[in-house]
Nanobody, 116 residues
Framework: QVQLVESGGGLVQPGGPLRLSCAAS????????MSWYRQGPGKQRELVAR???????NYADSVKGRFTISRDNAKNTVYLQMNSLKPEDMAVYYC??????????WGQGTQVTVSS
C-alpha cells in the first residue's frame, strides 16, 4: 500500500521560513517524479515544484528563488523548503508521486498559514 504523509505545515509570519516533508512508503522514491502542489482558498490546485527521477527540478514562477524542492532517496522523503513566505502562499500543500498515469499517488495535504 502506497502512502505519502506530509508534515511541517503550520502558522508562519510573512517573510518567515517553513519546511515541509513528505515521507513515502510502498514506493521506491528514486523511480518517481516527486512534486508539491498547493490549493489555496477558492483556487484550483497548482503545481509548486517538481523533482524528476533524474534529478532535475522546476518551479512555479511565483515561488522561484524562494522555494526549494529536494529529495533524500535513502530516506524515501521529499522536502519543500519555503523561504520569504507571503500571504498568497497560504494553502493546503500536497505531495505527489508520479511514475506513469497508472502510478500516481497523493498525500492528504498539510495546511500552511501565512499571517501576522
Amino acid at each position: 500500500q502506497v502512502q505519502l504523509v506530509e508534515s511541517g505545515g503550520g502558522l508562519v509570519q510573512p517573510g518567515g521560513p517553513l519546511r515541509l516533508s513528505c515521507a513515502a512508503s510502498g514506493i521506491i522514491l528514486r523511480l518517481y517524479a516527486m512534486s508539491w502542489y498547493r490549493q489555496g482558498p477558492g483556487k484550483q490546485r497548482e503545481l509548486v515544484a517538481r523533482s524528476s527521477s533524474g534529478g532535475s527540478t522546476n518551479y512555479a514562477d511565483s515561488v522561484k528563488g524562494r522555494f526549494t524542492i529536494s529529495r533524500d532517496n535513502a530516506k524515501n522523503t521529499v522536502y519543500l523548503q519555503m523561504n520569504s513566505l507571503k500571504p498568497e502562499d497560504m494553502a493546503v500543500y500536497y505531495c505527489n508521486a508520479n511514475r506513469s498515469p497508472g502510478l500516481d499517488y497523493w498525500g492528504q495535504g498539510t495546511q500552511v498559514t501565512v499571517s501576522s
